[in-house]
C-alpha cells in the first residue's frame, strides 16, 4: 500500500523567511501532484512533476522531485501572508491510471 | 472553462439517515472521482469512474456508500444509514481520462456532510 508523508504537518515562518517542506512516499512513482487548499476551499492544482529530476517554479515556489529517493520538495521563498494555507503532495501509484494517493498535508501560516 | 460542480454545499443529517451528493464535472472529462476529506486529513479516493465504469472503488464502504455515474457524466455519491464517522467534506473530482498524463485533477468545492 502506498503511504505518502508530509513533514512539517505545521509550519509557522515569519514573512520574507524561506522554507521547505518534504514529502516522501514508500513506493516508486514518476508523478507527484502539488495542490493548496485555502481553509473551507477545494484543492487548486499547483505542480505537476513528471519524471526524476523535474523542477517547476511559480512566483515564490518551487517544487522538485527526486524518485530515487521518493522525495519531493516544495520551497518557499520569501514567504508572504496570501501564501498562508495547506499544502498537499499527492502520488500516483501507478503511472497512467490518475489514482491519487494524499499526504496529511502541511498547514502553512505566514505571520507579518 | 466551467469547474467541477457539486451539490449541496452543506448537509446536516442525523445517524442513520440517507445522503446523496451530486457532482457534474468540466465538460467533456472523461474520468470522475469522488474523494473524502476527513478534517485535518488528505483527501481520500472512495471510487473512480471512467465515462460510467468504475475503475477502483476499492475502498468505497460499499455496505453503505454506493456511487453511479449514468451516462458517463453527472454522478451521485449515496450514503445509506449515515456513521458519524462519515462526517466529512466529500470533493469531487475530474480529469481529462487515464493517458493524458499532464492533466492534473480538477476538484469541485466539496459538499460538508454532519452526521449528528
Known amino acids: 500500500e502506498l503511504k505518502v508523508e508530509q513533514n512539517p504537518l505545521f509550519l509557522s515562518m515569519q514573512e520574507g523567511k524561506n522554507y521547505t517542506i518534504y514529502c516522501n512516499y514508500s513506493?516508486?512513482?514518476?508523478?507527484l501532484y502539488w495542490y493548496r487548499q485555502d481553509p473551507g476551499k477545494s484543492l487548486e492544482s499547483l505542480f505537476v512533476l513528471l519524471s526524476n529530476g523535474a523542477v517547476k517554479q511559480e512566483g515564490r515556489l518551487m517544487a522538485s522531485l527526486d524518485t530515487k529517493a521518493r522525495l519531493s520538495t516544495l520551497h518557499i521563498t520569501a514567504a508572504v501572508h496570501d501564501l498562508s494555507a495547506t499544502y498537499f503532495c499527492a502520488v500516483e501509484a501507478n503511472f497512467g491510471n490518475e489514482k491519487l494517493t494524499f499526504g496529511t498535508g502541511t498547514r502553512l501560516t505566514i505571520i507579518p | 472553462e466551467a469547474g467541477v460542480a457539486q451539490s449541496p454545499r452543506y448537509k446536516i443529517i442525523e445517524k442513520r439517515q440517507s445522503v446523496a451528493f451530486w457532482c457534474n464535472p468540466i465538460s467533456g472529462h472523461a474520468t470522475l472521482y469522488w474523494y473524502q476529506q476527513i478534517l485535518g486529513q488528505g483527501p481520500k479516493l472512495l471510487i473512480q469512474?471512467?465515462?460510467?465504469?468504475?475503475?477502483?472503488d476499492s475502498q468505497l464502504p460499499k455496505d453503505r456508500f454506493s456511487a453511479e455515474r449514468l451516462k458517463g457524466v453527472d454522478s451521485t455519491l449515496k450514503i445509506q444509514p449515515a456513521k458519524l464517522e462519515d462526517s466529512a467534506v466529500y470533493l469531487c473530482?475530474?480529469?481529462?481520462?487515464?493517458?493524458?498524463?499532464?492533466?492534473?485533477?480538477?476538484f469541485g468545492n466539496g459538499t460538508r456532510l454532519t452526521v449528528t
Open positions: 473530482a475530474s480529469s481529462g481520462g487515464i493517458g493524458t498524463y499532464n492533466s492534473p485533477l480538477h
Open positions: 469512474f471512467q465515462n460510467n465504469g468504475v475503475v477502483d
Open positions: 513506493t516508486t512513482s514518476d508523478r
